[in-house]
């Protein structure tokens, strides 16, 4: 019988995926910037999942969750906010010799100190770019490993570690630089 | 461990992520270095001030629920797509239209059988939808917000009225699953009791019914191309009461 092989496969899916629903509305809400949006996203990526579900192998659901959701939150992105998903300057590690980093490193510093209405932590990290503000949520707030990390995102471990440190680093110049300003 | 060694692995040390055996050595290093220290102080800052400050977001309720409805919808079009035995309620439903038919008697006397298949999945879907947490997918007295929620989820769209001027108010919608098929639930309230009126495509003949289970009384009639099948735990007149006013609502 279909419909009984078929609630099978849904309640199996629910157990494996519902539990990480915080955490896929979480990075879909932080990379789409709001509530509403991050629903629809977060909707339409579990519906893949369950379309995709005969890909996911037992392991580590929460990464695959995530990572259907993230790529769903880009193409989302893509349609509706071209503007938010202005590639990422060369990651360090990427490129021959350490000057495109710097300067790429130097550009999102530049950006967060140019947003001088931004005093707050949580701010700052929403005017990221996308890339370097996934890994902060991802690593901060999700509290993945480095390995999971480069998981979800797709990228190798080592542009995960210049991209947290790159993101560290702009949040640290523009933040601390406004806590002396406000302590004054 | 010099500065040099020290500050490319300052991240992957307070991320709990440097290799066990060069821990000691770079916290040897922190403990006397005057820049290094500070330094590392300064990223566990910012990681507690970032926990501190970033608001923790959690999917809301409805998200869950529209997430849990959407599913079971998916589920059954993709078992009812496969079609590989005719579901039994569509059987029933079949047999009880030709009974009524046939007969031209009402769903209570002639069909009584084939009927209390139907009867048995919709009040199970009544008491489930009173027991679990799942009673409404969309929550609203407005049947502008209720009537499109269910367009795209399911072949059937409910005239969705809010009733509250004859004592039976909306409360909202619901997608439940029978036999494999979407069937909308639009959910009422009639004083302390709640009505489930499930929409399925109108059975043939005029069926006019009511049948009771367990205190549970089901009322069934057509509207276009509509069969409605109004449970609850009201006196079956009070859901005589129901089928006037929502037919008078919905026919003008």
Same mark, same amino acid.
């Given at each position: 019988?279909?419909?009984?092989?078929?609630?099978?496969?849904?309640?199996?899916?629910e157990s494996v995926v519902l539990p990480h629903l915080d955490a896929a509305y979480a990075l879909a809400r932080w990379l789409t910037r709001?509530?509403?949006?991050?629903?629809?996203?977060?909707?339409?990526?579990?519906?893949?999942?369950?379309?995709?579900?005969?890909?996911?192998?037992?392991?580590?659901?929460?990464?695959?969750?995530?990572?259907?959701?993230?790529?769903?939150?880009?193409?989302?992105?893509?349609?509706?906010?071209?503007?938010?998903?202005?590639?990422?300057?060369?990651?360090?590690?990427?490129e021959e010799g350490g000057t495109t980093a710097l300067q790429a490193a130097g550009s999102t510093e530049a950006l967060l100190q140019s947003?001088?209405?931004?005093?707050?932590?949580?701010?700052?990290?929403?005017?990221?770019?996308?890339?370097?503000?996934?890994?902060?949520?991802?690593?901060?707030?999700?509290?993945?490993?480095?390995?999971?990390?480069?998981?979800?995102?797709?990228?190798?471990?080592?542009?995960?570690?210049?991209?947290?440190?790159?993101?560290?680093?702009?949040?640290?110049?523009?933040?601390?630089?406004?806590?002396?300003?406000?302590?004054? | 461990?010099?500065?040099?060694?020290?500050?490319?692995?300052?991240?992957?040390?307070?991320?709990?992520?440097?290799?066990?055996?060069?821990?000691?050595?770079?916290?040897?290093?922190?403990?006397?270095?005057?820049?290094?220290?500070?330094?590392?102080?300064?990223?566990?800052?910012?990681?507690?001030?970032?926990?501190?400050?970033?608001?923790?977001?959690?999917?809301?309720?409805?998200?869950?629920?529209?997430?849990?409805? &959407?599913?079971?919808?998916?589920?059954?079009?993709?078992?009812?797509?496969?079609?590989?035995?005719?579901?039994?309620?569509?059987?029933?439903?079949?047999?009880?239209?030709?009974?009524?038919?046939?007969?031209?008697?009402?769903?209570?006397?002639?069909?009584?059988?084939?009927?209390?298949?139907?009867?048995?999945?919709?009040?199970?879907?009544?008491?489930?939808?009173?027991?679990?947490?799942?009673? &409404?997918?969309?929550?609203?007295?407005?049947?502008?917000?209720?009537?499109?929620?269910?367009?795209?989820?399911?072949?059937?769209?409910?005239?969705?009225?809010?009733?509250?001027?004859?004592?039976?108010?909306?409360?909202?919608?619901?997608?439940?699953?029978?036999?494999?098929?979407?069937?909308?639930?639009?959910?009422?309230?009639?004083?302390?009791?709640?009505?489930?009126?499930?929409?399925?495509?109108?059975?043939?003949?005029?069926?006019?019914? &009511?049948?009771?289970?367990?205190?549970?009384?089901?009322?069934?009639?057509?509207?276009?191309?509509?069969?409605?099948?109004?449970?609850?735990?009201?006196?079956?007149?009070?859901?005589?009461?129901?089928?006037?006013?929502?037919?008078?609502?919905?026919?003008?």
């Amino acid at each position: 019988m279909a419909w009984i092989a078929e609630r099978r496969r849904r309640s199996r899916f629910e157990s494996v995926v519902l539990p990480h629903l915080d955490a896929a509305y979480a990075l879909a809400r932080w990379l789409t910037r709001n509530d509403a949006d991050a629903a629809d996203v977060v909707q339409e990526a579990v519906l893949r999942a369950y379309r995709y579900f005969d890909t996911y192998r037992e392991g580590d659901a929460k990464s695959w969750l995530l990572r259907i959701v993230r790529r769903t939150c880009y193409s989302w992105l893509e349609r509706n906010r071209p503007a938010d998903v202005v590639p990422l300057e060369a990651d360090a590690g990427e490129e021959e010799g350490g000057t495109t980093a710097l300067q790429a490193a130097g550009s999102t510093e530049a950006l967060l100190q140019s947003r001088s209405d931004l005093r707050r932590l949580d701010g700052l990290i929403e005017a990221l770019p996308a890339p370097l503000r996934e890994v902060i949520v991802l690593r901060e707030l999700q509290e993945l490993g480095y390995r999971e990390i480069a998981d979800v995102t797709g990228v190798p471990i080592g542009t995960v570690m210049s991209r947290l440190h790159r993101a560290r680093s702009a949040l640290r110049r523009a933040w601390e630089g406004r806590d002396i300003g406000d302590a004054v | 461990m010099q500065c040099d060694e020290v500050r490319p692995r300052l991240d992957a040390y307070i991320d709990g992520e440097l290799a066990e055996d060069e821990c000691a050595p770079l916290l040897a290093h922190l403990a006397d270095c005057p820049e290094c220290g500070p330094e590392a102080a300064a990223l566990t800052r910012l990681r507690d001030g970032i926990r501190h400050a970033a608001p923790i977001y959690r999917a809301p309720e409805a998200l869950r629920s529209h997430i849990r409805a &959407t599913l079971r919808a998916e589920a059954a079009a993709s078992a009812g797509a496969s079609r590989a035995a005719p579901s039994w309620l569509a059987y029933a439903a079949s047999i009880l239209v030709a009974v009524a038919v046939g007969s031209g008697g009402t769903l209570l006397v002639t069909g009584e059988r084939q009927g209390d298949a139907i009867a048995s999945e919709l009040i199970d879907s009544h008491l489930r939808s009173l027991l679990g947490s799942h009673l &409404t997918d969309v929550v609203s007295s407005d049947q502008h917000t209720v009537k499109p929620w269910f367009a795209g989820r399911s072949e059937l769209s409910p005239p969705a009225v809010d009733l509250a001027g004859e004592g039976f108010p909306l409360v909202g919608g619901r997608l439940d699953v029978m036999a494999g098929k979407p069937v909308p639930a639009l959910v009422y309230r009639r004083r302390e009791h709640l009505i489930n009126l499930f929409v399925l495509p109108a059975s043939r003949g005029d069926l006019g019914a &009511t049948l009771s289970r367990h205190g549970y009384s089901l009322r069934h009639w057509n509207e276009g191309d509509l069969g409605f099948w109004a449970a609850s735990d009201a006196a079956p007149s009070e859901l005589a009461e129901f089928e006037r006013v929502f037919r008078a609502a919905t026919s003008g």
